[in-house]
């Protein structure tokens, strides 16, 4: 029996560089096809995009019976727009990857290769980045340090990206069990073991536009990261009240012994100082409180991790 990897790309807004993904992309797809005998699909998502990316998406359908689209009703972001990717992918293996060349299409046969010899998880790992300044990547380093540091079993690969191929049986746990609203589906990917690889690659520049990751969905994205891999933080508010406590402790004997030697002074400064430790501890510890709050509460809210208007194919438009 052939088998069949489906190739999942996410898009939004990505008008200026799809034509080239599309057309870089196919070749690759036919002669890894040919050459391995794996059949594949294209299913792109668009994930709300307000530019021509859509117009351009119907177009390859309408001429590609290996192209799907699923078409959102609004913006829902990347990581739910891959979500949906997976769960209407049908392959036996499924790779995520982006639409703007930034994940070359030039390693799938290598990925084929590995769900040949039966892995189920393929994490690619950047080696370069031609996009990324110089604070980028120091963000993007101490992020898995923290990462890693705080998750406890789960073990994430540095330079691990939002590139990854999962075989049938992952993509199929994903769907049916890591429906969570706030999600980081790099864990995920991480998190559900079996045999687990890793592949290198070159992240290139963008072909064309710009990324939409700002600075502001990055700490997002990170934070949300860490709160739903961790419960460290939660805690940490022990640990700080045990410090507080014993610090505490120690100006209190200090003050007494003070009083009694008729040395008290006013003590302005230490009160400064411990006012101002306290609120930033304080403070810290209220916002990690509120940040899972914030996630319980998207879960309990219970909202559909993304609504599609149609999906496309060749065969035509069908409304769902
Ligand atoms: N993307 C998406 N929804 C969004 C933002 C981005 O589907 O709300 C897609 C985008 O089209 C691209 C991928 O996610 O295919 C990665 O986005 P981008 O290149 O902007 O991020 P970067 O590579 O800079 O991290
Ligand atoms: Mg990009």
Redesign the pocket.
Same mark, same amino acid.
């Given at each position: 029996m052939t088998k069949k990897l489906s190739v999942v &790309? !996410? &898009?939004? @807004?990505?008008e200026l560089g799809l034509r080239q993904f599309y057309e870089h992309t196919t070749p690759i797809l036919k002669e890894t096809s040919q050459r391995t005998g794996w059949d594949y699909e294209l299913i792109f998502?668009n #994930?709300g995009s307000r530019d021509g990316s859509l117009d351009l998406l119907k177009e390859f359908a309408s001429q590609d019976e290996k192209v799907a689209v699923v078409n959102f009703a609004a @913006?829902r972001?990347?990581e739910a727009?891959m979500i949906a990717g997976i769960d209407y992918s049908t392959g036996d293996g499924v790779v995520c990857m #982006?639409? /703007?060349l930034?994940h070359p299409p030039e390693s799938i046969p290598a990925i084929i290769e590995k769900f040949d010899e039966g892995y189920d998880v393929v994490s690619m790992i950047r080696t370069a980045r031609a /996009?990324a300044g110089i604070f980028k990547r120091i963000t993007s380093v101490a992020f898995y340090k923290v990462m890693n540091a705080l998750s406890g079993k789960t073990k994430f690969e540095n330079n691990s990206s /939002?590139f990854f191929a999962i075989s049938r049986r992952v993509a199929l746990i994903l769907k049916r069990d890591y429906r969570e609203r706030v999600r980081f589906l790099r864990g995920y990917v991480q998190n559900v073991g079996f045999k687990k690889t890793t592949l290198e690659f070159e992240a290139s520049a963008?072909v064309a536009g710009e !990324? @939409?990751?700002n600075l502001r969905a990055l700490v997002k994205l990170s934070l949300n990261a860490i709160c739903n891999f961790s419960d460290v933080p939660l805690k940490m508010g022990i640990y700080a009240g045990v410090f507080s406590l014993l610090l505490a402790f120690i100006l209190i004997i200090y003050s007494i012994v003070q009083y009694f030697l008729g040395t008290a002074p006013n003590g302005y400064s230490t009160l400064i100082v411990v006012l101002c430790f306290m609120f930033g501890v304080l403070f810290i510890i209220l916002g990690f409180i509120s940040e899972y709050l914030a996630i319980i509460f998207a879960e309990v809210k219970n909202r559909p991790i993304y609504i599609v208007d149609s999906i496309i194919t060749k065969d035509g438009e069908e409304l769902k």
């Open positions: &790309v !996410s &898009v939004y @807004n990505e998502v #994930d @913006n972001g990347h727009a #982006d639409a /703007d930034q /996009d /939002d963008r !990324s @939409n990751y």
